[in-house]
């Protein structure tokens, strides 16, 4: 990917906690775990470098205190990273002033909170209209405003409640409809949906993807749940005691983990639903096998979206790209070894 | 420390050898400075005669235009420059003080034209009302609509009922001037402390500038700052309020740090995304986020304003506070307690008023705002009819401006005859019970103080600090001790520590059993719970009343008060620590065949520990600050000192002998923050 496309880009950010972190990192860029501890501190984030470009849904993942929200506080800039460079569009973030930062902000940054960090003196409409009235927009045209984004996360007729008068996940569409009302370029999602009870939470991911397909903004989403990440990643990045294991779409992470640690992740995952078609087929036969193919099936198609399609065919099928060019075949049995692994 | 075995054998060092209670070093060192003091005390007195009675030469002396002088007299001299001479510039500091006065002057002239005198023309005597005050009615129907627009009925009929006990017991005009002072007092204190609050939250700086001077705030004697805004200020209503706020702000100062550090760091977050200037994040996103919390300052600034209110009165405020010292001073025993309950009942309006303000939930949505304004504002759309209607309505029947005298009752007599009767037929009962106890308590634990030598007192006072804390608090005690020796006033202060350690024995020895009484049993604690929350809301001086009409002035009468007091606290932090042992650790006890007592000294009591000792150096500040107003029973020591200086208007007196006190309190409480800081490390509660 060419660097002009990412719309965010770390280049290895660090952020160590505790006496003297500077210092420290000046004198040996490559500090290790152990390195951190003699020294006395808590290595957050350690030589971080990705890129998340336009349009995509970027999950950065891992388990409790692995540094996730650290990092994603690093990339905008709420707290000041220890060492390295945050691109956003290819200006350093961390040379702006504080007056830039603001206006960068109040107009092209968005963020949802875990735990909602909704204004509990604020009804819907105020809470949602707040970062405009930050801004100084008028009365009346920003709670006009407000009401659209209200509407397009499904809780209009609630306009005048107050938060504690909500369920958790209207909550949590309140903090959606806040982070969206400036119209942000990039949206950052710290765990927005970990609060939150499971079924609610999957009501909660649809809305999402629903959302993300009209609106396509950046997005950098944060949590600890790997289904969650697999259903709305782009990419997934995976990180470790504050290091970056592995960056890739699902599919790259099941197939070809990097480390132990990304396998052991990987390792319950049902991989029909991770796995494309593309990841599974049989080169092309030089001729079609006798009778023709049984039918076609798109190369990037999930296996168990089209598991039920093969069902029963006896003959293979072709595969094919987006251009109707046979790509492979596929046979049930293919298919079959994969659905018995989970 | 030598017996430390240094061996490397590993076996040896990690089983240290487990040393009896007297080979303990500490236990040793201790007993060594013991034995040490007794024979100073006891034979040194030929030889170091300085260190029984602090040297003159040796006092703490300052510099003031070419030479030294002591400290007390230095700042006497530097207020006096202060008021003479010093400039900044545009103003001088007199300038300062009188625009200060002057601004506070005006909004208390408009409340109390308001509540009490009505809109006056014209000066002294020679004024007439253009306007009257708000009615009798109109008053109780505002706080009622108050009450009941912030919770329910219930909390609406005790405001009124508390009201209306103020016109019925002929305590109506004192209470509406008091009202007036509180009125204007409340949101200068708690709009000062807010800020001031907000800025050291907001800066290093200013935070650690304000911590030191809260802790001195909270633990100097009022009446100490009473003698420098008594010179600044003059005598009158502005300086009683000028004291009142400086008096009440701390707390507020101290709950704003801590709410404004509470808000959740997702909340601040959030004000940062969304691009808020600093401002902004103060005004729009923290403090409205720690309303709650900042509510309960509010009501903390209501009810000290309230504590303040007798002893404002001493520097020129009129109203109830006024009342009662003047019937003090007359020994008018029904007098005094009238204006005293009505001092407390309208404390408990205030005070339930303010509670159920700082609990109300944000209302609850509307649909549709009603178009009409009555409707939007009904409670304030009554009140303005009623003060309307009666407003009128008074202008052609008395009644309905001012309650008539005549449909009031005094229960004065009642309360003169209450006490009359027990003096004639108690009398030598009351007398021999007071006489035994000085004769066999209090005085040989005076002379056994006041024996002790200065230098012994403050190296046993180091030792126990580098005991309990480390050689920081042990310095600091020293030095604080020194301090208090080094302006002569060692003796005066060995007679405060004297009725202030008297009466918290007494206190504890009263407070504690109740407060494990309360914690074993749900219906006692219910009792309890509802005598100490009264006890709390009485102002000071309203304990002092009584116990003088029973015993007359002097120590025993002193102690008597104080332990009044401060017994509150003794009840309810033991109560509370027992009642928060964890139950698992009980259930293991009752299972391991404890019997109740054992459960209750083994278990309980050990855990309950580092509590009780949090409630005992509560009730020593009380004690503390109850001392200071025992001065006017006749006690002889620093409050002695302190009342003196105001009555004579010396700043320098006044403000050294307040900083003994508060030093004596700032040692208590470190040295007690210490020990159970200890107690709890080694319990594990940490
Ligand atoms: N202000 C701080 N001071 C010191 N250490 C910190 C601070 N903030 C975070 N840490 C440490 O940095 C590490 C990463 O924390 P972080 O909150 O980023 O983890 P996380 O992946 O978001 O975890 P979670 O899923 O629990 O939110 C943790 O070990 C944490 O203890
Ligand atoms: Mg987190």
Redesign the pocket.
Same mark, same amino acid.
């Given at each position: 990917m060419a660097e002009n496309e990412a719309k965010l880009v770390c280049k290895s950010v660090w952020?160590l906690? /505790?006496p003297g972190a500077e210092a420290a990192l000046a004198n040996n860029r490559g500090m290790s775990m152990s390195d951190l501890q003699s020294a006395g501190l808590? *290595?957050?984030?350690r030589d971080v470098s990705l890129e998340v470009s336009d349009g995509e849904i970027f999950v950065i993942m891992? %388990?409790? /205190? =692995? *540094?996730? =929200?650290? %990092?994603v506080?690093c990339m905008s800039r709420l707290?000041e990273p220890t060492a390295g460079e945050i691109l956003f569009e290819g200006t350093d973030l961390l040379k702006a002033s504080a007056a830039e930062m603001i206006e960068i902000r109040r107009h092209r940054m968005g963020m949802v909170f875990?735990h909602f960090a909704l204004l509990p003196h604020l009804t819907v409409l105020g809470n949602v209209a707040f970062p405009l009235e930050v801004q100084g927009i008028a009365r009346g045209e920003r709670e006009r405003r407000a009401r659209e984004i209200v509407e397009l996360v499904g809780l209009q007729g609630r306009e005048n409640y107050y938060p504690r008068e909500l369920s958790g996940g209207q909550q949590q569409r309140v903090g959606i409809a806040r982070s969206l009302a400036v119209e942000p370029e990039l949206w950052f999602l710290?765990?927005p949906f970990?609060a939150l009870d499971p079924l609610i939470r999957r009501e909660m991911q649809d809305e999402f993807l629903r959302l993300q397909k009209l609106l396509q903004k950046s997005i950098v989403f944060?949590t600890?749940d790997f289904d969650e990440a697999i259903r709305l990643a782009d990419r997934i990045a995976i990180?470790k005691d *504050?290091a970056v294991d592995q960056v890739g779409t699902p599919e790259d992470l099941v197939i070809r983990p990097a480390t132990d640690y990304v396998a052991e992740f990987t390792r319950d995952v049902s991989r029909a639903k991770v796995l494309s078609v593309r990841a599974i087929m049989a080169p092309p036969p030089k001729r079609p096998p006798r009778g023709g193919y049984a039918g076609e099936v798109p190369a990037s198609a999930k296996i168990s979206d089209i598991a039920n399609d093969l069902n029963g065919a006896d003959r293979a099928f072709a595969v094919t790209d987006a251009t109707g060019k046979t790509v492979g075949q596929l046979t049930r049995d293919d298919v079959i070894a994969i659905l018995m692994q989970g | 420390m030598t017996d430390i075995p240094t061996s490397t054998d590993p076996s040896l060092k990690e089983e240290p050898v487990p040393r009896r209670f007297f080979q303990r070093p500490l236990v040793m060192i201790w007993c060594a400075a013991l034995a040490a003091a007794v024979t100073f005390a006891t034979f040194a007195e030929p030889y170091a005669p300085w260190a029984f009675k602090y040297p003159r030469a040796w006092r703490l002396e300052l510099y003031f235009d070419g030479k030294f002088i002591e400290l007390k007299n230095w700042i006497s001299k530097v207020v006096d420059w202060l008021i003479s001479d010093a400039s900044f510039g545009l103003f001088t500091f007199t300038e300062l003080t009188r625009g200060v006065s002057w601004i506070m002057e005006r909004p208390y002239i408009l409340a109390k034209s308001l509540l009490s005198t009505g809109f006056l023309e014209g000066q002294g005597s020679a004024a007439i009302q253009i306007l009257p005050p708000l009615s009798w009615i109109a008053v109780i129907v505002i706080i009622v609509a108050m009450a009941r627009f912030a919770r329910d009925r219930k909390l609406a009929a005790l405001v009124g009922a508390c009201f209306l006990y103020l016109a019925l017991f002929n305590q109506w005009s004192s209470a509406m001037v008091t009202l007036s002072s509180i009125v204007i007092a409340v949101p200068f204190g708690v709009a000062g402390g807010l800020l001031i609050g907000i800025a050291a939250h907001r800066s290093r700086i200013v935070k650690m500038i304000v911590s030191p001077v809260l802790d001195l705030m909270q633990t100097v004697p009022v009446f100490a700052y009473l003698v420098p805004i008594l010179v600044l200020f003059g005598f009158g209503p502005v300086s009683a309020i000028i004291a009142t706020i400086i008096y009440a702000m701390p707390p507020m100062v101290r709950i704003t740090m801590l709410a404004l550090k509470q808000v959740p760091g997702e909340i601040i977050d959030l004000g940062n995304m969304v691009g808020c200037t600093r401002r902004q994040m103060t005004w729009r996103v923290m403090v409205p986020s720690a309303m709650s919390s900042l509510m309960i300052g509010v009501n903390q600034v209501i009810m000290l304003s309230l504590n303040m209110v007798i002893i404002a009165s001493m520097i020129g405020a009129g109203g109830l506070g006024y009342d009662v010292l003047a019937s003090l001073r007359r020994l008018d025993i029904g007098a005094g307690i009238e204006a005293g309950v009505g001092i407390v009942v309208l404390a408990i309006a205030l005070d339930r008023l303010s509670q159920a303000f700082a609990s109300r939930e944000p209302s609850e949505h509307r649909e549709e705002r009603p178009s009409a304004l009555w409707r939007r504002f009904p409670y304030t759309a009554v009140c303005l009819a009623v003060v309307l209607a009666t407003g009128i309505l008074g202008l052609f029947w008395g009644w309905a401006q001012a309650w008539p005298a005549a449909w009031s009752i005094t229960t004065g007599d009642f309360w003169s005859e209450l006490v009359k009767y027990i003096n004639i037929n108690f009398f030598d009962e009351l007398e021999t019970f007071k006489n035994a106890l000085l004769l066999n308590v209090l005085i040989p634990f005076k002379r056994f103080l006041i024996a002790i030598p200065w230098p012994v007192a403050m190296a046993l006072l180091g030792l126990a600090g580098y005991s309990l804390g480390g050689w920081r608090l042990g310095v600091l005690c020293a030095l604080l001790c020194l301090f208090v020796a080094s302006v002569g006033l060692w003796s005066k202060a060995m007679v405060t520590v004297y009725l202030c350690g008297i009466s918290v024995m007494f206190a504890c020895l009263i407070g504690i059993p109740v407060g494990i009484a309360a914690a074993e049993r749900e219906r006692v604690w219910r009792v309890v719970r509802v005598v100490i929350d009264t006890l709390q809301t009485l102002p000071s001086f309203v304990y002092l009343m009584p116990v003088v009409m029973l015993f007359r002035v002097g120590d025993f009468t002193a102690m008597i008060a104080v332990v009044a007091y401060a017994l509150a606290p003794a009840v309810r932090y033991t109560a509370h620590g027992i009642r928060q042992v964890d139950p698992q650790l009980l259930e293991a006890g009752v299972v391991s065949g404890c019997t109740p007592g054992q459960l209750l000294r083994k278990i309980k009591l050990k855990l309950a520990l580092p509590e009780i000792m949090l409630g005992i150096n509560q009730t020593i500040m009380l004690a503390l600050s109850m001392l200071v107003i025992t001065a006017l029973v006749g006690t002889r020591e620093l409050g002695q000192e302190v009342y003196i200086a105001l009555t004579k208007a010396d700043i320098g007196r006044g403000l050294v002998a307040g900083f003994c006190v508060a030093f004596i309190a700032i040692i208590a409480d470190r040295l007690i923050t210490a020990g159970a800081q200890r107690a709890r490390a080694r319990l594990g509660l940490q």
């Open positions: 952020k906690f /505790g808590i *290595g957050a984030v891992g %388990l409790s /205190g =692995s *540094g996730k =929200s650290t %990092l506080r707290i875990q710290d765990e970990s944060i600890h990180m *504050g | -």
